[in-house]
């Protein structure tokens, strides 16, 4: 059985940092792309990060960048988002991916396995 389990949600000020943290069982990430979406109340699920599976290639929604970091623990089986100067408009429930394909790709159907979420929130 194959289960992504996001940690590392919670409650920051604006301009402060979380890690985000995606393990895996049942698959071995390597062997994957992942990605990082959210979802605010009341608006769809929006692509955030994703790292092709090599760990060569990433991609990042542009008002991210410069911000976030995705990356892989092969050791680990664990995928991380780190985000720094979080602003309050970026409360939302965190979602990691894992995708068979080569990626990066920031397309949700693009992803077979889903993780849970987890929730952050960041006031103003």
């Known amino acids: 059985q194959v289960q992504l389990v996001e940690s590392g949600g919670g409650l920051v000020q604006a301009g402060g940092s979380l890690r985000l943290s995606c393990a895996a069982s049942?698959?071995?990430?390597?062997?994957?792309?992942m990605g990082w979406f959210r979802q605010a109340p009341g608006k769809e699920r929006e692509f955030v990060a994703s790292l092709s599976w090599t760990g060569a290639r990433t991609l990042y929604q542009d008002s991210v960048k410069g911000r976030f970091t995705i990356s892989r623990v092969n050791a680990k089986n664990t995928a991380y988002l780190q985000m720094n100067s979080l602003k309050a408009e970026e409360t939302a429930v965190y979602y990691c991916?894992?995708?068979?394909?080569?990626?990066?790709?920031?397309?949700?159907?693009?992803?077979?396995?889903w993780g849970q979420g987890t929730q952050v929130t960041v006031s103003p």
């Open positions: 991916a894992a995708d068979k394909d080569y990626g990066p790709s920031t397309d949700t159907h693009d992803y077979e396995y």
């Open positions: 049942g698959i071995t990430l390597r062997n994957y792309a």
